[in-house]
């Protein structure tokens, strides 16, 4: 039986942080782009009002009917960034909590499970650093294919919540691992064996 505690409170505290953040992010990207889009806004109030507004006028009106929700974008993103990091260094310190994928003992569900966790750490490693070189306007030159890249996320991110979803299906309703709950309320009946056992 695994003794060492694997949700523990700081580990659960930033998984809650970012699966509220993340989607944030993912969701104010997608209105600002699609939904909320400059250009379909201006031309949305040219069409139903011919209005006599410059184009430049419409703009920052658009602009500035968006701007609230744009808010969010940006500071949700601390919140995000704050959580990669913390989660980072935890990992440094602690070590990770899910399968390591390098392992060689590990079944092909240990490992799928660990490089999909991985590669989320990865992504979201690349819109943080992304997303700090657009807001600070580090390398104009490279603007285009660094707001590309960054704009990746609307595909990894659906992807990802599809496969994590999927994964923890399968591990409640196959495995009986009842992983939900400890996420929730933690696996301190571990904590609790580990102490018994000492104390025997
Ligand atoms: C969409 C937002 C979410 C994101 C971005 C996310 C992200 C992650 C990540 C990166 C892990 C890997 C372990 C870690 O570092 O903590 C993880 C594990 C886990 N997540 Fe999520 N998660 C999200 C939503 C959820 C939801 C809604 C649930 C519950 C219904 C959930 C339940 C779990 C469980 C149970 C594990 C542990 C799986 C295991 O140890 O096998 N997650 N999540
Ligand atoms: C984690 C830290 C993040 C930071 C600091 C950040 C920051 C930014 C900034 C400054 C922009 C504006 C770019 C510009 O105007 O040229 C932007 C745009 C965007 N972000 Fe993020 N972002 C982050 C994470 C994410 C994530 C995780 C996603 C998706 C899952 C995402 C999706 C988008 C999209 C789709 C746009 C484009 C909006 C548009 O061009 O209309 N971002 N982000």
């Not at 808010?71 to 960034?81: D, F, G, L, P, T």
């Not at 999909?116 to 104009?140: E, H, M, N, R």
């Not at 599809?162 to 301190?188: P, Q, R, T, Y």
Request: aromatic residues 14%; charged residues 20%; glycine residues 6%.
């Amino acid at each position: 039986m695994e003794t060492i505690p694997k949700y523990t409170v700081f580990h659960r505290i930033l998984h809650w942080l970012m699966a509220l953040a993340m989607p944030i992010l993912f969701l104010t990207g997608f209105l600002r782009m699609f939904w909320m889009n400059k250009l379909l806004i201006v031309s949305t109030i040219r069409e139903k009002t011919n209005s006599v507004l410059t184009d430049a006028q419409m703009s920052e009106i658009a602009k500035a009917i968006r701007e609230p929700m744009w808010q969010w974008h940006v500071v949700v993103a601390h919140i995000v960034i704050f959580s990669l990091v913390a989660r980072l260094i935890y990992m440094w310190v602690k070590g990770i909590r899910f399968p390591n994928p390098f392992e060689k003992k590990l079944s092909a569900k240990e490992r799928m499970q660990g490089i999909v966790y991985i590669g989320f750490y990865a992504f979201v490693f690349v819109s943080a650093t992304t997303g700090i070189i657009l807001k600070q306007g580090f390398f104009p030159q490279l603007h285009e294919q660094v707001e590309s890249l960054h704009k990746l996320g609307l595909f990894w991110f659906p992807f990802f919540v599809i496969v994590h979803f999927g994964g923890i299906i399968l591990a409640e309703v196959a495995d009986k691992k009842v992983v939900v709950s400890k996420m929730i309320g933690g696996d301190n009946e571990l904590l609790v064996a580990k102490t018994k056992k000492k104390l025997k």
